[in-house]
Nanobody, 120 residues
C-alpha cells in the first residue's frame, strides 16, 4: 500500500511563494509517476505538474514558469515549488502517485490534500 501526506500549504499574498511537500510511505516499487493536482469548489480536479521516476516532468500551461516539481533521489518525497502566486492559484492541492509508465489519465493513490490560499 502507498500512503501520501502533503504539507506546506497555507495563506500567502499574491506574488509570494510556497513549497509543498509530499511524503510517501510504502513500497517505492508500487509507483513510477507522481503528480500534483488542485481543486476548487465546483470544479474538476486539474493536473498542475507531474514527474516520473527518471525525472521527466509535465507541467500545466497555467503554471509553467512559476511552479516547479521535483523529487528526491528515492522518490519518497516530491515537492512543488510555487512562485509568483496568484489568487487564481487558490485551491486544495493533492499529491498523487501511480504505477503507470508514462503520464496516466488518473492516479491510483491520493493524499488528503493541503489548502493553498492566495490573497490579493
Amino acid at each position: 500500500q502507498v500512503q501520501l501526506v502533503e504539507s506546506g500549504g497555507g495563506l500567502v499574498q499574491a506574488g509570494g511563494s510556497l513549497r509543498l511537500s509530499c511524503a510517501v510511505s510504502g513500497s517505492s516499487f508500487r509507483y513510477n509517476v507522481m503528480g500534483w493536482y488542485r481543486q476548487t469548489p465546483g470544479k474538476q480536479r486539474e493536473l498542475v505538474a507531474a514527474i516520473s521516476r527518471d525525472g521527466r516532468t509535465n507541467v500545466a500551461d497555467s503554471v509553467n514558469g512559476r511552479f516547479t516539481i521535483s523529487k528526491d533521489s528515492t522518490m519518497h518525497t516530491v515537492y512543488l515549488q510555487m512562485n509568483g502566486l496568484k489568487p487564481d492559484d487558490t485551491a486544495v492541492y493533492y499529491c498523487a502517485a501511480d504505477p503507470s509508465i508514462g503520464w496516466p489519465s488518473w492516479y491510483r493513490y491520493w493524499g488528503q490534500g493541503t489548502q493553498v490560499t492566495v490573497s490579493s
